[in-house]
């Protein structure tokens, strides 16, 4: 049996590298001599390594340079679009999402990643002169807890900023949170559970594949296109075909390509959801003449518990399991419920990040 070239050992070790994330797109290889002596082969051998990776498409060379890995090839936004409709939804696997951070901490690398300011553009002068006025004012309440809301002078400021932008909201319905991320983690948390589906964009900002991987969801993908933002078209076949439990988009300046969804794409995604919603309604009152007819005990010919025809109010800090204690104290059996608006066991959530901040609209049909 022949054996296999060096060569191609080589390459085989290089690529599987490269697919690692070991070495990332942009990143120069080592040179011939040095790849020689790392892997105690002849520079012929790492010659042919290389171009057999560059006949692969993973590496380039460049003039006078060496190589260098290649970024992926990103098919065309209609051929994306279609593979990303017939795929199934699929939990996050990826090791590299880990080691995301890591990459701040290379001197050698601009982190692109980040949306973060130089901070030569912060007001830092303005900031510390405040932080010891407070300190000053009220060093007990800047040092205690307080409360696991926020504090209430703030809330009340920022629902005074909501009404300047036309929104009515309380300030003991708002959080105070520590930051967009943990706000959207909180709004998932109240709508999911481990195993449900969430779609989002793609590509998106890694902190959001972070999170959904910390709550062991299974994501579908619907592409974001730098000059016209979110598919619209693709979003209205994936809600018909899924059991979308939320949907998690950044339709103003998407991180991180930048592109901004038109208003009329806007206007388009909240008449799917919609669409979605009333398709749940319809099922739900279809089913309600069955479940009325129930048997001993409050329980429908199929063994179905009258309670869950009751509704839940889906509230942005509530926990799944706080969820299911409210669902069993507002059930009726053998009673329909009241609410105009019918629920059944699926919540679709929108949650919007704008500029730092975690919007979210949950609706229970």
């Known amino acids: 049996m022949a054996s296999i070239p060096l060569y191609e050992n080589l390459a085989t070790r290089l690529r599987g590298q490269i697919r690692r994330g070991v ?17 105690r082969v002849s520079v012929a051998t790492a010659v ?35 593979r990303l409709q017939s795929r199934a939804p699929q939990a996050l696997r990826n090791p590299a999402l880990l080691g995301v951070l890591d990459v701040l901490l290379r001197e050698d690398l601009l982190p692109l990643h980040v949306a973060t300011p130089a901070l030569e553009l912060l007001p830092s002068t303005a900031i ?4 010891i006025r407070a300190m000053r004012r009220a060093p007990q ?9 926020g504090s209430r002078d703030l809330r009340v400021q920022i629902a005074k900023r909501y009404l300047r932008a036309g929104v009515d909201v ?4 708002i959080v105070v949170t520590a930051g967009a991320m943990e706000a959207i983690s909180l709004a998932l948390r109240s709508v999911t559970r481990s195993g449900d589906v969430v779609l989002l964009e793609t590509p998106t900002y890694y902190g959001l594949l972070q999170a959904v991987a910390a709550l062991g969801l299974r994501v579908i993908e ?36 930048g592109s901004c969804s038109s208003d009329a794409d806007k206007r388009a995604i909240d008449q799917a959801q919609e669409e979605v919603w009333r398709g749940k309604e319809r ?16 329980e429908d010919s199929k063994g179905h518990r009258g309670h869950e025809q009751g509704c839940v109010q889906t509230c942005p800090i509530a926990l799944p399991e706080e969820r299911e204690q409210a669902a069993s104290r507002s059930g009726h059996r053998d009673q329909p419920s009241n609410n105009p ?13 704008v500029t730092g901040a975690a919007m979210t609209k949950a609706s229970s049909v």
């Open 23 to 39: 070495l990332r797109p942009g990143e120069r290889m080592p040179s011939l001599r040095g790849l020689g002596r790392q892997e």
């Open 48 to 82: 042919e390594a290389y171009l057999q990776l560059e006949r692969e498409g993973l590496v380039e060379a460049r003039e006078r340079s060496g190589y260098y890995v290649r970024a992926p090839t990103v098919p065309a936004p209609a051929t994306r679009a279609l």
């Open 128 to 131: 510390a002169s405040a932080t």
């Open 141 to 149: 309440a800047a040092l205690d807890y307080g409360s696991p809301q």
């Open 170 to 173: 309380d300030p003991d319905e």
């Open 222 to 257: 619907v592409p974001n296109h730098a000059g016209s933002g979110i598919d619209v078209a693709c979003l209205r076949v994936l809600l018909a075909r899924h059991a979308v439990r939320a949907a998690v988009l950044v339709p103003n300046f998407n991180n991180p390509v």
């Open 283 to 298: 099922d739900a009152s279809a089913d309600e003449e069955p479940q009325r007819k129930g048997g001993v005990d409050g």
């Open 341 to 353: 608006q019918r629920c059944t066991e699926r919540h679709v959530t929108t949650i919007c990040q």
